[in-house]
């Protein structure tokens, strides 16, 4: 069974780097079949796609945050990670990594991990 | 950006009875949608996708309808486990989520 668990700080400074990881196991992220995902969700709101790579290394980031987002492959293949530059208290939120498959009219978000809080405060 | 708007914010429906949800996208997005059931403390889970597929596993009193701009979710018959928060999310031009649907026990 493919499970997805995100790792990393709790809390983060302002104007700091936020950086988390996403372990998949039961699965191999060297995989052509899916696109590795970060998405969030902020206090009491809706969902926010952040970005997602793909085995060979390609990225998409979401234009509204394509400047300050960097997602990697673990050189394990085991992981991939988030990191997101200048935070501020509005990225303060629930952080998912999540899985899409990737085939045409797929872009559907099918397997997520629990998520993990980040609170962005001094 | 490709704009989702969910209604009602809130919706009271006693158990048995049918919940109907919408979801209405600023622009078309012919049936590249999908939706989720979120419970507290919980991540999303998929429920829909193509409008109207339904996940692996997800029960047959959950069903999708529409294209383009107009989507509608109903739940036929509601279990005690289907209040939750709902969300609609396009595939079409990148990804956006709705505000989601609160659905509560009258």
């Known amino acids: 069974q493919v499970q997805l668990q995100e790792s990393g700080p709790g809390l983060v400074k302002p104007a700091q780097t936020l950086s988390l990881s996403c372990t998949v196991s039961?699965?191999?992220?060297?995989?052509?079949?899916?696109?590795w995902s970060w998405i969030r969700q902020h206090p009491g709101k809706g969902l926010e796609w952040i970005g997602y790579i793909y085995y060979d290394g390609t990225t998409y980031y979401n234009p509204s945050l394509q400047s300050l987002v960097t997602i990697s492959l673990d050189t394990s293949r085991t992981q991939f990670s988030l990191k997101l530059t200048s935070v501020t208290a509005a990225d303060t939120a629930v952080y998912y990594c999540?899985?899409?498959?990737?085939?045409?009219?797929?872009?559907?978000?099918?397997?997520w991990g629990r998520g993990t809080l980040v609170t962005v405060s001094s | 950006e490709i704009v989702m708007t969910q209604s009602p914010a809130t919706l009271s429906v006693s158990p048995g009875e049918r919940a109907t949800l919408s979801c209405r996208a600023s622009?078309?997005?012919?049936?590249?949608l999908a939706w989720y059931q979120q419970i507290p403390g919980q991540p999303p889970r998929l429920l829909i996708y193509g409008a109207s597929t339904r996940a692996t596993g997800i029960p047959a009193r959950f069903s999708g309808s529409g294209s383009g701009t107009e989507f509608t979710l109903t739940i036929s018959s509601l279990q005690s486990e289907d209040f939750a928060v709902y969300y609609c999310q396009q595939y079409n031009n990148w990804y956006t989520f709705g505000q989601g649907t609160k659905l509560e026990i009258k």
């Open positions: 999540a899985r899409r498959v990737a085939a045409t009219r797929t872009g559907y978000f099918d397997l």
């Open positions: 622009q078309s997005i012919s049936t590249n």
């Open positions: 039961g699965d191999s992220i060297n995989s052509a079949r899916y696109y």
